[in-house]
Every structure is written in structure tokens, then in C-alpha cells.
């Protein structure tokens, strides 16, 4: 069975802090990879996606992608507090339809 | 990325009624999805709604109980039939394959609340 796993967090930082969200995947085959941000009571909205290794950047956001070890990352810099969010982790194979994380709920402090 | 509405934004139904649920694209779409989250937990995958033909669930849904049409490339429903209280629930409808991607974009999700 194909598994995302994140840390639940929270994840707690200050403003102006790099915020840096990890996630690993279990299926080796896996070839698309996205960051979705929700907030509380609203619905996941994409943010960033990414098929190669390495970064891709995006403004405040960098997505790091390492195929060998499975894990693909978001670092969000100088993060604001309406960055405070949950922030799930999706990874999808050759049917395209991806497997979602439990998120990591990220509190940007002032 | 293309809009997507769902009717109704959210809805509290008694048990043993159904309710059906229903998503519209501004776009025609290549896919679309059916999920569930419940508080506090990730998406759930119920199933993919296939234009012309009968959709695809995952493990642990079936038609009985989540009826999916899906009559044209900008259109879907999902009814929860015969529903108790653990029916209660976000239920988001996403699509993907707009421009050739296969990203997906979720609709604004209905809440349903079963008493």
C-alpha cells in the first residue's frame, strides 16, 4: 500500500523564519509530487508541484525533491503568520491520482 | 486552474435520507474525484467518476451507498444514501487534467452533518 507520511506537527515558527515541512513516500515509482495549503475550514488549494530532483522555487516557497531517499520538502521563507495552515503532502504514480499525507499543521507566531 | 462550484456548501440531513452532492467545472475536465475528510484527518479517496461509464471506487466504498454520475466532461454527482452519523463529513470533489496537467484542484467542499 502506497504511504505519505508527514509530521503532524505543529510545526511552530516566527515570522520571518524559514518554515521547513517534510514528507517521505513509500512507492519508488512515484513521479508527480504536490504541496497543498488548507486552511481551517476551507478546501486544499495546490501550491506547488514538482516531477525532478532537485528545487523548484515559487516566490516564498522552494520545493526539494530527492527520488533516491524519498522525500520531497517546502521551505517557506520569510513566513507569515498567514501561512498558518495545514499543509498536506500528495505523491502519484503512473494512474496520476495521488495519495495524500495527514499534514503538518504549520503556527506562524508574530 | 479551472473553477469548480459545489451545491450544497454544506447541509444536516436525519439519518436514513440521502442527500446528493452536486460539482460543476467552468472547463471540461479529463478527471474528476470524489473525497471525503473527516475533522481533523487527511482526504480520503471514495472514488473517480468516469465520463459515460460507471465509476471507479476504492477499497471500502461502494455504489450502493455513494451513487457517482457524471453525464458529461464538466459535471458530477455523488449521493450518501441511507446516511448515519458516520456519514458526517467534508465531502470535496477535485478534477484534474485541465491543460494537459494532472494536477488537481479541489472544489469548495460540502459539509454534511447527520443527526
Known amino acids: 500500500q502506497k504511504e505519505v507520511e508527514q509530521n503532524s506537527g505543529p510545526l511552530s515558527v516566527p515570522e520571518g523564519a524559514i518554515a521547513s515541512l517534510n514528507c517521505t513516500y513509500s512507492?519508488?515509482?512515484?513521479?508527480?509530487f504536490f504541496w497543498y495549503r488548507q486552511y481551517s475550514g476551507k478546501s486544499p488549494e495546490l501550491i506547488m508541484s514538482i516531477y525532478s530532483n532537485g528545487d523548484k522555487e515559487d516566490g516564498r516557497f522552494t520545493a526539494q525533491l530527492n527520488k533516491a531517499s524519498q522525500y520531497v520538502s517546502l521551505l517557506i521563507r520569510d513566513s507569515q503568520p498567514s501561512d498558518s495552515a495545514t499543509y498536506l503532502c500528495a505523491v502519484a504514480g503512473g494512474s496520476y491520482i495521488p495519495t495524500f499525507g495527514r499534514g503538518t499543521s504549520l503556527i506562524v507566531h508574530p | 486552474s479551472a473553477v469548480i462550484s459545489q451545491k450544497p456548501s454544506r447541509d444536516i440531513c436525519q439519518r436514513g435520507t440521502s442527500l446528493t452532492i452536486q460539482c460543476q467545472v467552468d472547463s471540461q475536465v479529463t478527471m474528476m474525484f470524489w473525497y471525503r475528510q473527516q475533522p481533523g484527518q487527511s482526504l480520503t479517496l471514495i472514488a473517480t467518476a468516469n465520463q459515460g461509464s460507471e465509476a471507479t471506487y476504492e477499497s471500502g466504498f461502494v455504489i450502493d451507498k455513494f451513487p457517482i454520475s457524471r453525464p458529461n466532461l464538466t459535471f458530477s454527482t455523488l449521493t450518501v444514501s441511507n446516511m448515519s452519523p458516520e456519514d458526517s463529513s467534508i465531502y470535496l470533489c477535485?478534477?484534474?487534467?485541465?491543460?494537459?496537467?494532472?494536477?488537481?484542484?479541489f472544489g469548495p467542499g460540502t459539509r454534511l452533518t447527520v443527526t
Open positions: 477535485s478534477v484534474a487534467g485541465t491543460g494537459g496537467s494532472y494536477e488537481q484542484y
Open positions: 512507492d519508488r515509482g512515484s513521479q508527480s
